[in-house]
């Protein structure tokens, strides 16, 4: 119930392509899907976000889709740039307090 | 500003050792959080303080993990009799308030090995 199941695992994409990372959850209460951008090193950085009353939300090149029927929601990097190399993780919480239940990850490599 | 910050960024311990992370939030931020983050995963959910207190603690994975934050800024987290299994990254967020969508800011995080 509490998961959030991520995919694919890793993802190589030239660049000026569109990359494309799905996640699913099975909790209704889930309420706040957030993308999260990790660089080795680094603490994960937060992306762009949605609430469920939307169905797409766009900032920049990136892109989250909605499916509040099906349980998904899929983020879309679009003119991808070796800059966007990176761990993508999805996440959801509830209102019910903020904790961040994370997918499993997405190693993204944009090559040159 | 200064974001959240970490230390020790790594720490090397023995088997049944006692060890203490400590995370400095962003100013003004009343919640914190500590997730876990081995390798290869995402973060997993350890324990969110709202203020002073332990609003959810359900992550901690035993009794040898405590975590305190005593004036509702500076956190740390306490692991008694290290296991090899508690190798990983523990990471701290902090948000302006706990719950709906303020955003969590993650520090570094701390690297901790238990040989």
């Known amino acids: 119930q509490q998961q959030v199941k991520q995919s694919p695992q890793s993802l190589i994409v030239q660049k000026g392509g569109i990359s494309i990372i799905n996640c699913a959850y099975e909790?209704?209460?889930?309420?706040?899907f957030p993308w999260y951008q990790q660089f080795p090193g680094k603490g994960p950085a937060l992306l762009i976000a949605i609430r469920p009353d939307v169905s797409e939300k766009k900032e920049g090149r990136f892109t989250i889709s909605f499916n509040k029927s099906a349980k998904q929601f899929s983020l879309h990097i679009m003119d991808s740039q070796p800059g966007d190399s990176a761990t993508y993780f999805c996440?959801?919480?509830?209102?019910?307090?903020?904790?961040?239940?994370f997918g499993q990850g997405t190693e993204l490599s944009v090559k040159p | 500003g200064a974001g959240v910050s970490q230390t020790p960024s790594n720490k090397v311990t023995e088997k049944g050792k006692y060890v203490e992370l400590r995370c400095d939030p962003i100013?003004?931020?009343?919640?914190l959080y500590w997730y876990r983050q081995s390798l290869g995963q995402g973060p997993e959910f350890l324990i969110y303080f709202q203020g002073t207190g332990a609003a959810d603690d359900s992550g901690l994975p035993n009794d040898r993990f405590f975590a305190v934050r005593p004036e509702g800024s500076v956190s740390t987290l306490k692991i008694q009799r290290t296991e090899r299994g508690d190798s990983a990254v523990y990471l701290c967020?902090?948000?302006?308030?706990?719950?709906?969508?303020?955003?969590?800011?993650f520090g570094p995080g701390t690297r901790l090995t238990v040989l």
């Open positions: 100013s003004g931020h009343t919640a």
């Open positions: 967020a902090s948000s302006r308030r706990a719950g709906g969508t303020d955003t969590q800011y």
């Open positions: 996440a959801a919480s509830s209102n019910q307090g903020g904790k961040l239940i």
């Open positions: 909790n209704t209460a889930f309420d706040y």
